[in-house]
């Protein structure tokens, strides 16, 4: 690609080093700023400089949080004998969304991934242990919300190892067909996984 | 959408705002920041705002440059009677990849749509017809590249009664099925124009 322009070059390449977004489409989110006011690039540069520099973890559940410890972690009305294991926030907001669990979290900041040279140390998995280990915890279930990709369950295996010693039931979201799929178009995998993992009907 | 922090809510609101990217891929981008180093987004912020802050445009043709005239007006090797009038930076870009087209470009920046409440007076009309009327400027013909689209044909429209009183020939780009195009997926519009202006076999 020619560009007209330096500056527009240099911009194209910061915006297309951001996952999912090529070149062409960098092109036109570049040019789309050129042609709006100063100000709507100025908001977009400030917002994401200022996350970037003031962005804060929990302490406790290492999810984003603008306090030291997080909204969830604070609040009573959770119930604190579940801990949910997750990757990443993405997972914490989806969950939120569905209403239906009211336990803590654990935000483990990624997966293990030797292709991307990502190891257990690079996640919080020691503290994930160290949450389990104090007595004053009172963690009464682990549930493994990782996705079902190869790199999901091999740290949820090893989450599993590392956490077995300590009196904490460890559980796994469930899988199979997706609801308001269709079975014809599932995968031979999750259908048989579907079918051997079968539940009584009620 | 609930968000576990203010900062991430005010920049995924100001990522939103980009043409083609919802609240979820705005998500998505700005938690792979978050992960990221802080230089990756310091570079990525920088440069937008470099770039908003010391965008230029060419005098001449109106189309980004990073001089007071840009390359392609300032060259020699380019045939000044040819001139093509062009909506914006992108369509120059993708006509000079072509690699088909020796002459000058005039870059409106936008084209005539009343819904989105842009005029000939927004764009760089009068500059145009005051390129032709320069005695000096030698243009033998315009070539109207715009996209055929109502508001492509009717700003074509327009510009054709304004510069007709000039002694140059007004062109259009070819316009019917697209070269690799499949006959039977074509829009009855396009396939029926192009039979109407169906040229000789040779």
Redesign the interface.
Known sequence: ????????E??V???S?????GKK?A?????????EK?E?????????????????FCKKCH????AEV???CTSHRRDSTLLCVVE???D??AI??TAQYNGLYHVL??IISPMNGIGPSELKIDSLVTRLSDPAGGIKEVILALSPTMEGDTTSFYIHKRIKEYPVKVSVISRGIAIGGDLEYADEITLGRSISARTLFN
């Open positions: 690609m020619d560009f007209p322009s330096k500056l527009i240099e911009a390449n910061q915006v080093k951001l996952p999912g977004i489409t092109l036109r989110l570049v040019l789309h700023l050129v042609k100063k709507t690039t100025f908001a977009l540069t400030e917002a994401l400089s200022t996350l970037r520099e003031n962005i804060r999810n984003i949080s603008d997080c909204s969830i990443d926030t993405k914490v907001m939120e969304n900041g990624g």
